[in-house]
Every structure is written in structure tokens, then in C-alpha cells.
């Protein structure tokens, strides 16, 4: 079965600085890997994902995340924070190869607070 | 365009009342899914259909009773909520079941 741990519940950083969200999982087969983005009283809007191919995924809003098999990681950067990337991340992985599982197992979550 | 369009945006709702929760994709995809979300927790998988079929039933309470009436549309009943079942509930899609979900804006409930 999938799990997926995200560190670190709550990330601040100042406004220009660079961001680094954590996203470990663990998968018995090859996953494919989300990132989601929940801005305030809002629903999750699909920020990258990792399927197959170039390790190397770039998303919206400038967002990019390193998909590393030897370190069972995914995580999420932003060379330059802004104001407005404050918001909740959940990152996610689904198995697409045992029919009937979970479709995604979400992480708990990491709160941004971008600091002007 | 991926667009999974949920009305009614806010929903107050008594314990005797019955009501719906209502989703729409007009994307031609296959898959929808109900989730349910409570503050500051991930999104919790409550249903999932495939070409309109009642696929994965996450051991939901009755009082929730979903519906597809075609690949467009997904309906939520609710009946004899509780107080605890106050939540954000999110419509997704899916072009298949085990593909890239994309997420409605939600409903929120509030059961008093």
C-alpha cells in the first residue's frame, strides 16, 4: 500500500526566498506523484505531476518538483516566494497499477505563510 | 479546460432535512469522485464512479447516498446528517479511474 509523508506542517519563509516543500512516499510499484495547491475556502487545483518520463517536472505558477526513486522523495520548490503562494499543499501518489485501490493517498499537508 | 463545476457553494442544512449536493463535468471524463474534507486535514475519498458505475464505496454512513444519473453529472444525497458531518465536500474527475483527478471548488455543509 502507498503512504505518503509530507515535513514539516507548517513552512514560512520570506517573501523572495526559496521554497522547499517536503514529499516523501512510500510505493510498491513505479507511482505517479501530485502535487496539489488549496488556496483559502477554496478546492485543490493540480499544481505538477510525475507520471513517467523526465524526472524533472515543471507546473504553475512557476512551481517545479524532482521526482528521486533513490530517496523515495518528490519534493516541491519555488526559487522566489510570493505573497500570493500562501496556501496549503497536499502532495499525493497514486498506484495505477492495483485496479481498485485508493485512486490518491494525500499526505497530511504542508501550510506556505510567505512573510513580506 | 479542466473545469468540475459544484453547486450549491454553501449548504446549511437540520438533522431531519433531506438534501443533494450536485456536480457537473462537461471534460467527457469517465470517473467522478466524492471527497470529503474537514479543517485542515486532506481530503478524505468517500465514492468513486467509472462510466457510471458505482466503483469504490470507502465504508461511507447511509445517510450519504450518491447518484449518477450520466458521465456528467454526480449528485450527493443527504439525509439524517449529524453535526460531525460539517465539512467541505470537493466533486472530482477523471478521464479514467487511476488518472489525473481535478478538483471542483466544493460545498460547504454546515448540519445544525
Known amino acids: 500500500a502507498q503512504s505518503v509523508t509530507q515535513l514539516g506542517s507548517h513552512v514560512s519563509v520570506s517573501e523572495g526566498a526559496l521554497v522547499l516543500l517536503r514529499c516523501n512516499y512510500s510505493?510498491?510499484?513505479?507511482?505517479?506523484l501530485f502535487w496539489y495547491v488549496q488556496y483559502p475556502n477554496q478546492g485543490l487545483q493540480l499544481l505538477l505531476k510525475?507520471?513517467?518520463?523526465?524526472?524533472l517536472v515543471k507546473g504553475i505558477n512557476g512551481f517545479e518538483a524532482e521526482f528521486k526513486k533513490s530517496e523515495t522523495s518528490f519534493h516541491l520548490t519555488k526559487p522566489s516566494a510570493h505573497m500570493s503562494d500562501a496556501a496549503e499543499y497536499f502532495c499525493?501518489?497514486?498506484?495505477?497499477?492495483?485496479?481498485?485501490?485508493?485512486?490518491?493517498?494525500f499526505g497530511k499537508g504542508t501550510r506556505l505563510s510567505v512573510i513580506a | 479546460d479542466t473545469e468540475v463545476t459544484q453547486t450549491p457553494k454553501h449548504l446549511v442544512m437540520g438533522m431531519t432535512n433531506k438534501k443533494s449536493l450536485k456536480c457537473e463535468q462537461h471534460?467527457?471524463?469517465?470517473?467522478m469522485y466524492w471527497y470529503k474534507q474537514k479543517a485542515k486535514k486532506p481530503p478524505e475519498l468517500m465514492f468513486v464512479?467509472?462510466?457510471?458505475?458505482?466503483?469504490i464505496n470507502e465504508s461511507v454512513p447511509s445517510r450519504f447516498s450518491p447518484e449518477c444519473p450520466n458521465s456528467s453529472l454526480l449528485n450527493l444525497h443527504l439525509h439524517a446528517l449529524q453535526p460531525e458531518d460539517s465539512a467541505l465536500y470537493l466533486c472530482?474527475?477523471?478521464?479514467?479511474?487511476?488518472?489525473?483527478?481535478?478538483f471542483g471548488e466544493g460545498s460547504w455543509l454546515t448540519v445544525v
Open positions: 472530482a474527475s477523471s478521464q479514467e479511474q487511476g488518472n489525473t483527478i481535478y
Open positions: 510505493s510498491s510499484v513505479p507511482p505517479y
Open positions: 510525475y507520471t513517467t518520463g523526465a524526472t
Open positions: 499525493a501518489v497514486s498506484d495505477l497499477e492495483e485496479s481498485g485501490n485508493t485512486p490518491l493517498v
Open positions: 471534460m467527457g471524463h469517465r470517473a
Open positions: 464512479y467509472s462510466y457510471e458505475k458505482l466503483s
